[in-house]
C-alpha cells in the first residue's frame, strides 16, 4: 500500500509526460523542422547542380544552367535550368520528392515520385543527361545561345 505523497507524486509525473506543449516548444520545434526541411533541400539541389556542372563540362559547351529554391512559404523545392529550356523541378512531399522534367525532346512534363532523399540522389543521372543532351542539342542547332563565359563574353 502506498501513501498519499506517493500516489499524487506517481499522477504528477504521469501528468508531466503527457502535457502539451507551450507555445515557446512549439515555437522551437516548428523551427528545428523548418531546419531541417532547408537542409535537405540544400543537399539535394546543390548535389543535382554539382552534378549537372560535371556533365556540363564533360560537353565542353557552355551551356547555360541555373538552381533556384522556393520561395519561403511555399511548397519547399527546386529548379535547376540545364539551357534555356530544359530544367528539372523537384518539390519536397513529406519524406520524398515529386520531380518533373522539360527538355526539347520530350513531350509534356514528365512527373516522376520518390519516397527518400536517397532515391531522389540516385536518379539524378537518370533525369539530368537527358536535359543536358537536349540543351547541348538546341545550343549545336542554334536554338539557344551559349552561356556567358567567365569574362561575362
Same mark, same amino acid.
Given at each position: ?20 506543449? &507551450? ?46 529554391? %522556393? ?7 527546386? &529548379? ?9 523541378? %523537384? ?10 522534367? $522539360?527538355? $526539347?525532346?520530350?513531350?509534356?512534363? =514528365? ?14 543521372? &537518370?533525369?539530368?543527361? =537527358? ?8 545550343? %549545336? ?13
Amino acid at each position: 500500500m502506498s501513501t498519499p505523497e506517493e500516489r499524487l507524486k506517481k499522477q504528477a509525473a504521469e501528468l508531466m509526460k503527457h502535457r502539451p506543449e &507551450t507555445p515557446t516548444q512549439s515555437d522551437a520545434r516548428e523551427q528545428q523542422e523548418i531546419g531541417q526541411t532547408a537542409q535537405r533541400l540544400r543537399t539535394v539541389g546543390q548535389a543535382y547542380l554539382v552534378r549537372v556542372m560535371d556533365m556540363i563540362a564533360a560537353t565542353k559547351m557552355r551551356i547555360y544552367h541555373e538552381l533556384h529554391y %522556393a520561395i519561403p512559404g511555399t511548397r519547399p523545392g527546386f &529548379t535547376l535550368h540545364v539551357g534555356h529550356f530544359a530544367l528539372v523541378q %523537384a518539390a519536397m512531399q513529406g519524406e520524398g520528392w515529386d520531380v518533373r522534367t $522539360r527538355s $526539347r525532346t520530350t513531350e509534356g512534363l =514528365p512527373n516522376y515520385s520518390y519516397p527518400s532523399d536517397e532515391a531522389v540522389m540516385q536518379a539524378k543521372d &537518370t533525369l539530368l543527361e =537527358p536535359l543536358v543532351a537536349s540543351a547541348m542539342q538546341a545550343l %549545336a542547332s542554334g536554338l539557344e545561345q551559349p552561356a556567358p563565359d567567365a569574362y561575362g563574353r
